[in-house]
């Protein structure tokens, strides 16, 4: 049985066809998808996964009693998980030969490997460049474990992650477990998020035949940490994730901490969460600094330059991006006064350039990403229309902002401001705008524009030079002093 899905999965990722342990809905995964969509001169529907056809089918999912809705979530996430005991099957060589194979294979002025970012996914459509990730997710099946036991889900993951990671010595297993944001995807499966700890020889022969020597390798470096507990060599847990909630809320527990599990009926009022050894790389966001080494040696040895993309925050590449569309439309002579926000996977490069809208990325519907939207709109010249897309995950989280308070950023547009594929008393299970978020795009922005060519690494350069440190991303070139 385990060989062959081995030989399964491998065949699949050779004719283009994501390996079976590979989530869809995952930032990584959706983020690589609508950037090679992009290159291919194609749009993205249903974070690429899910036909348009498929929207009268999610708006019967909206219409449905909350329970059968939940239902019908976890079951769907569940249903991209794998069994624990085909976990020694998982190949990061056959998930790297699928990655390459999604985007057209030619000649690249640069290539960016790292980190996971909606905002990174604009920059690469506007410098006509591919991106490759470290990080991958593997929903794995397990028995049930109730939501708010940290502890047990750990010890369950220590038994079943070693066949994994034996497997795959190029990985580091993160598993990540976060009942706040993921509470219903947790009734039904766990989340192993991996780092590759090495380029691997899909990456470099995918470098050789698309990069050419003098060609760029940007290292994409999101250094955003989060308190963990090492369980095994490159075995690592992490409790609670990037979102509404706190470390403190997630470590300690809280007042509202307590409100969220009691709303949910748990015989819980905080998590007895394990104690964490250290800090590491955060689970979805973070980059594992190992695999830079491997990226220097290797580009040196072929004669690329290397330039580094380094951030704390998942969204602090997002205001550069947006201010930098908006100095490339106003180069292209296209107005500058449409914000198109995004959230987490629900992202369209090909139609935010269609539409001439500025693209603002948010990592998720959550208080923070509220915030950080705001402390843009506060500080940028002022948009006239303002629309935005959320994320529906189905659970009423510690930190998840009301509708109306989401529609307070609409007083931010001088003319108009509107939700994008939204039933505004639906949310947060909205589901169909996992689908209506693209139909709904092109009926409510209705300019269109040509694609452009793509940007120059010199004009990217002189926008950088223009902008100083006007915002919290650092651009390193590494000199060959530095080799």
């Known amino acids: 049985m385990q060989t062959l899905f081995n030989n399964l999965t491998a065949g699949m990722a050779k004719i283009g066809l994501a ?68 976990l020694g099957g998982v190949n990061a060589e056959a998930v790297a030969e699928w990655m390459v194979r ?106 050789e035949k698309n990069l050419p020597p003098g060609g760029t390798v940007f290292i994409v470096e999101c250094q955003r940490t989060w308190p963990t507990t090492q369980v095994g060599d490159r075995h690592i847990f992490q409790f609670g994730a990037l979102g509404g909630a706190t470390e403190a809320d997630f470590f300690q527990g809280s007042d509202r901490v307590a409100e969220y599990l009691e709303r949910y009926a748990s015989p819980y ?16 966001w973070g980059f594992e600094p190992a695999l830079r080494a491997d990226i220097e040696d290797f580009a040196r040895e072929k004669g690329y330059q290397i330039r580094r993309i380094v951030f704390q925050e998942p969204e602090h590449l997002s205001p550069f991006v947006a201010e930098l569309y908006r100095w490339w439309y106003g180069e292209r002579g296209i107005p500058t006064n449409k914000l198109l926000i995004e959230s987490f996977i629900l992202l369209e490069p090909q139609w935010t350039l269609r539409t001439g809208s500025v693209p603002f990325w948010m990592k998720f519907n959550m208080e923070p990403s509220l915030n950080w939207i705001e402390k843009y709109l506060e500080s940028c010249d002022p948009y006239d229309e303002i ?10 989280a510690v930190g998840l902002p009301s509708i109306s308070r989401w529609r307070t950023i609409f007083n931010y547009a ?45 004009q990217l350069d002189k926008f950088i030079q223009a902008t100083g440190d006007r915002f919290p991303v650092q651009w390193e070139q590494l000199s060959e002093e530095s080799e």
């Not at 974070?47 to 909350?66: C, F, Q």
Request: charged share 20%.
């Open 102 to 207: 999604q985007y057209p294979q030619r000649e690249y002025p640069a290539v960016a490997i790292g980190s996971a970012s909606g905002a990174l996914v604009h920059l690469c459509a506007a410098l006509g460049m591919p991106w490759l990730p470290q990080t991958f997710m593997i929903p794995v099946l397990y028995p049930e474990i109730h939501p708010d036991d940290p502890k047990k889900a750990m010890e369950w993951g220590r038994q079943h992650a070693q066949a994994l990671l034996d497997a795959n010595p190029q990985l580091q297993l993160h598993h990540m477990y976060d009942p706040n944001q993921d509470r219903l995807t947790l009734r039904g499966m766990n989340y192993f998020r991996v780092k590759r700890l090495l380029l691997g020889a899909a990456y470099k022969n995918f470098l």
């Open 19 to 86: 390996p079976p342990y590979v989530a869809n809905f995952d930032s990584g995964s959706a983020m690589l998808r609508a950037t090679s969509a992009y290159l291919r001169g194609e749009d993205f529907p249903g974070m690429g996964t899910t036909p348009p056809a498929a929207e009268p089918i999610a708006d019967v999912i909206n219409k449905l009693p909350r329970l059968a809705q939940e239902v019908v979530y976890t079951l769907g996430s569940a249903g991209e998980a794998i069994p624990a005991n085909l």
């Open 414 to 458: 001088r003319k108009r401001g509107e939700f994008i594929g939204m039933d505004e008393d639906k949310f947060p299970r909205n589901f169909a705008t996992l689908i209506r978020y693209y139909t709904d795009l092109q009926r409510q922005i209705p300019s269109r524009y040509p694609l452009p060519g793509a940007l120059t690494l010199e």
């Open 269 to 284: 009022r905080q998590w007895d969460a394990p104690t964490p050894t250290g800090e590491s790389p955060e689970a979805e």
């Open 387 to 396: 629309y935005l897309i959320l994320f529906s995950n189905g659970v009423d």
